[in-house]
């Protein structure tokens, strides 16, 4: 059994992250985490477009705030409301705090005296929860704790020979450990549905992963029509991808090679869930790491071979590249762009068993605090969740 | 002689490995092909002779179909593979 250091909370989920964070129960309160995010610059602020006006998002909202904000990464959450959007602040923070068992403090700026008087409160109550972070101490915990996070953008043609199925060794390893992994991106699963089907452990489950693979193709076909096979963008073209299938046949390594547990909606709790799991949800990757997340990811390993520099604001995202040329225009390591280089597979002869363990060694390191590429160099971004509806 | 790989045993594609010149070998794993045409890596090369509407295969699995006669050598990308007719 292998262990980590990480911060075990009150509910017996564990973190590999202790922020604290700030965020707005409907996003008219942004401008207020802002200024609170300027006033302790060691919270996190969470910005986003969401919390009201899209009727039929609403579900959806609750369940990706809820989600966002329990996850074992974060310490305490200061959650501001405007007052007339849909949900609560105050409801939606006591939710919040019932299913993490973490602090959180709830303002609602039409009931608590204002703009400025809100963000005094909030202020003061983000320096009480930084000192009680400060506070939790790292104990040994074992890897069957984690949910793994996979995740590939900016593919190229290498990304599915060198880096997924490195991702891949690192996805069976944690399963072998009792942990859990999600493979995501359904537009990515497209012509894929009998293997991925052959591997789930029951019929149900495959029924399930038939029926999600599906649906992607009617929706890509409704947007995309005659073009519907071209859904890959134009660099993944210049990288040498063709067609949805070659890529989803090069996605799907990230999942490596054992059964399929179950399908999960986008940020669906994850649950006692342990093994390969699947999450439904967009390819288009800042959607998709704040689905992961919101289901319970503690850390992403995503793979690039065009260099996209993307991270999450609250979770390691660990880099890898799939090939060497771009390595070196971006970047590796302290200054660089990328965590750790798949393409040496090609350049150096590197084993890819060999190349698997190394990436299993350095997740280890980043779950015991050390910091991915992207959180050395503030690279988190914003909190994008998935709609299928506009505002009204 | 340029590098170049076959990702599974059933594949009539291969991936270049090295950006190869019009008339340059790439070495598959022992299975040598001369490329007709400049193709940078990570690209397609055709492995045989491919007819139109014949399957392209990769990863021992089907990725499209040839919407243009391919000849062993050529560059295999949007021109002349698609995989509309396979979608729902």
Known sequence: MTTYQGFVRTNGRVGIRNHVVA????????????????????????????????????????????????????????????????YDAKEMGEIIHNLSGMPVFAQIVQEDGGCEAVIEACVQQAKVMLRGASECRRSEVPVSTLVFGTQCGGSDALSGITANPAIGYVSDWVVSEGGTVLLTEMAEMIGTADILANRAVNEAVAEKIRRAIADEEIEVRRWMGPEASRIIARGNMEGGLTTVQEK?????????????????????????????????????????????????????????????????????????????????????????????????????????????????????????????????????????VFQSSTPL | MKRGIIIDPRDNVGIVLEHVEPGETVDFGGICVAARQAINLPHKMALKDIAIGECIMKYGSVIGYATAPIICGEHVHVHNLDSEKLMK
């Open chain 1, 248 to 384: 989803a046949l090069g996605c799907i390594k990230k999942g490596g090679t054992t059964p399929i547990v179950d399908v999960l909606e986008y940020g669906e709790p994850i649950g006692e869930r342990k093994g390969l799991v699947i999450m439904r949800g967009p390819g288009y990757d800042p959607v998709s790491l704040t689905g992961l997340f919101a289901t319970g990811a503690q850390v992403f390993f995503f793979s690039t071979g065009r260099g996209n520099p993307l991270g999450f604001p609250v979770a390691p995202c660990i880099k890898i590249c799939s090939n060497s040329k771009t390595y070196a225009a971006v970047g590796g390591g302290s200054d660089g762009d990328m965590d750790l280089n798949a393409g040496a597979v090609v350049t150096e002869g590197l084993a890819p068993e060999e190349l698997g363990a190394r990436c299993v060694r350095y997740l280890l390191e980043v779950l015991n605090g050390m910091q991915t590429v992207p959180e050395r160099h503030g690279l988190g971004g914003a909190l994008c």
């Open chain 1, 23 to 86: 965020i707005a129960n409907c996003s008219c309160a942004n401008g207020l985490i802002n200024r609170i995010a300027t006033a302790v610059p060691e919270i996190v602020p969470l910005i986003h477009t969401y919390g009201c006006s899209i009727p039929g998002e609403f579900e959806r909202w609750r369940r990706i705030l809820t989600g966002v904000c329990s996850n074992p990464n974060i310490y305490g959450v200061i959650l501001v409301g405007v007052g007339c959007e849909t």
